[in-house]
C-alpha cells in the first residue's frame, strides 16, 4: 500500500512537471511564430505610470508592443524566448540601450508636461476671483456647501474649448461661470512625447451665499 502511494505521488508529480513543460514550450513556440511575423511583445501584470517612456521608446526604435495582462505565468517562458530572439536581432544590450534614450528623452524640455495657467494655480484663481466678483458671483476658496464643478478642454495650442458645467448652482449663476471661463487666456498646452496635446481640465468652484 505504501509503495502504490509513492508510485501515484511520482506518477502526480512527473504529469505535473510534462504539463508545465508543455505549457511553457506552447508559449515558446508562440514567441517563435510573432517573432518570424516581425510582431514583438513583451508583458506585465502592472506598469505605471501607463504612458510611459521606456515602452514608448520600446514601439518607437525596436518595434515591441507592451501588453498588461492578469498573469504572467504563461508569459515568462513568452517573454523569455522573445528577448533571446531579439537579442541576436538588435544585440544583447538594446534594452540598456532602450532604457538610456529613455532617460535622454525624459530630460528633455516639453518632453511631458501637464498644461499650465499663465502664472500657475495662483494666477489662474486671481483670474477667476476678479472676474467673478465683476459677474456679481461671491466665491470662496474653502468648500462650502454650494459647490460647481467646471470641465473644459485645452487644445494643443493651449485655447480653452467646450467649457463645461458638470455641476452647478442655477441657469443665471452657471452662464455666468462659463462666460468667465470663456474669457481666459491661452494656457501653456500639455506635452506628451514632445508633441503638443489636448487635455481635458476639471476644477471646483466654491460659491459662497
Known amino acids: 500500500m505504501k509503495m502504490s502511494l509513492i508510485v501515484?505521488?511520482?506518477?502526480?508529480?512527473?504529469?505535473?512537471?510534462?504539463?508545465?513543460?508543455t505549457d511553457c514550450q506552447i508559449a515558446v513556440d508562440r514567441a517563435i511564430w510573432d517573432f518570424n511575423k516581425s510582431e514583438y511583445f513583451f508583458h506585465s501584470v502592472e506598469f505605471l505610470p501607463t504612458e510611459n517612456t521606456y515602452t514608448y521608446v520600446l514601439s518607437k526604435y525596436y518595434k515591441i508592443n507592451w501588453y498588461f495582462t492578469d498573469s504572467i505565468d504563461y508569459y515568462k517562458c513568452y517573454d523569455s524566448e522573445m528577448r533571446r530572439l531579439l537579442e541576436q536581432k538588435y544585440g544583447k544590450g538594446f534594452l540598456?540601450?532602450?532604457?538610456?534614450?529613455?532617460?535622454?528623452?525624459?530630460?528633455?524640455?516639453?518632453?511631458?508636461?501637464?498644461?499650465?495657467?499663465?502664472?500657475?494655480?495662483?494666477?489662474?484663481?486671481?483670474?477667476?476671483?476678479?472676474?467673478?466678483?465683476?459677474?456679481s458671483i461671491k466665491?470662496?476658496?474653502?468648500?462650502?456647501?454650494?459647490?460647481?464643478?467646471?470641465?473644459f478642454e485645452i487644445d494643443s495650442n493651449g485655447k480653452v474649448v467646450n467649457p463645461q458645467?458638470?455641476?452647478?448652482?442655477?441657469?443665471?449663476?452657471?452662464?455666468?461661470?462659463?462666460?468667465v471661463i470663456?474669457?481666459?487666456?491661452?494656457?501653456?498646452?500639455?506635452?506628451?512625447y514632445?508633441?503638443?496635446?489636448?487635455?481635458?481640465?476639471?476644477?471646483?468652484?466654491?460659491?459662497?451665499?
Do not use: C
Not at 501515484?8 to 513543460?21: D, G, V
Not at 495662483?122 to 477667476?128: E, N
Not at 458645467?165 to 462666460?179: A, Q, S, T
Not at 514632445?194 to 459662497?208: A, Q
Open 96 to 135: 540598456k540601450r532602450a532604457n538610456f534614450i529613455a532617460d535622454s528623452l525624459s530630460q528633455t524640455p516639453n518632453w511631458k508636461r501637464d498644461v499650465e495657467f499663465p502664472g500657475g494655480q495662483s494666477a489662474l484663481f486671481d483670474f477667476l476671483y476678479s472676474r467673478l466678483i465683476k459677474e
Open 8 to 21: 501515484t505521488a511520482i506518477i502526480f508529480q512527473t504529469s505535473n512537471l510534462a504539463y508545465s513543460m
Open 194 to 209: 514632445g508633441r503638443p496635446i489636448k487635455m481635458v481640465w476639471s476644477m471646483p468652484i466654491f460659491i459662497k451665499n
Open 165 to 179: 458645467v458638470k455641476r452647478g448652482v442655477n441657469e443665471d449663476v452657471d452662464k455666468r461661470v462659463l462666460k
Open 182 to 192: 470663456n474669457q481666459m487666456p491661452n494656457w501653456k498646452p500639455g506635452y506628451l
Open 139 to 151: 466665491i470662496d476658496s474653502k468648500p462650502t456647501p454650494t459647490r460647481m464643478y467646471i470641465q
